[in-house]
Nanobody, 120 residues
Framework: QMQLVESGGGLVQPGGSLNLSCTAS????????MGWYRQSPGKQRELVAA???????NYAQSVKGRFTISRDNTKNTVYLQMNSLKPEDTAVYYC??????????????WGQGTQVPVSS
C-alpha cells in the first residue's frame, strides 16, 4: 500500500505564495501520475492540477497561470507552487496518485490533506 504525505500548508495573505509538497512512500508501483485536489466547505472536491509520469500537466482553469505542478521522481515527490493566492483558493488540499490511463485526474490513492486558508 502506498502512503502520500502532504506538507507546506498554512495561513497566507491574499496575493501571497505557498509551496505544497507531497511525498509518496510504501508500495510505489512505478513513476505514477500524481496530482492535487482541493475541497472547500460545502463544495465537492475538485482537481487543481495533475502531472503524468512523463511530466505532462493538466490544470484547472481557475488556477492556470498562478499555480505550477512539478515533480522530482528521485524523491517520489510532487510539488504545487501557488502564487497570487486569492481568498477563493481557501481549501483543504489533497495529494493524489493514480494510473496512467487517467493521468489527467489521478484519484486512486489519497493523502490526508493540508489546510490552506487565504485571508488577511
Amino acid at each position: 500500500q502506498m502512503q502520500l504525505v502532504e506538507s507546506g500548508g498554512g495561513l497566507v495573505q491574499p496575493g501571497g505564495s505557498l509551496n505544497l509538497s507531497c511525498t509518496a512512500s510504501g508500495s510505489i508501483r512505478s513513476i505514477i501520475p500524481m496530482g492535487w485536489y482541493r475541497q472547500s466547505p460545502g463544495k465537492q472536491r475538485e482537481l487543481v492540477a495533475a502531472i503524468g509520469g512523463d511530466g505532462r500537466t493538466n490544470y484547472a482553469q481557475s488556477v492556470k497561470g498562478r499555480f505550477t505542478i512539478s515533480r522530482d521522481n528521485t524523491k517520489n515527490t510532487v510539488y504545487l507552487q501557488m502564487n497570487s493566492l486569492k481568498p477563493e483558493d481557501t481549501a483543504v488540499y489533497y495529494c493524489s496518485a493514480g494510473d496512467d490511463s487517467r493521468w489527467y485526474r489521478p484519484s486512486t490513492d489519497w493523502g490526508q490533506g493540508t489546510q490552506v486558508p487565504v485571508s488577511s
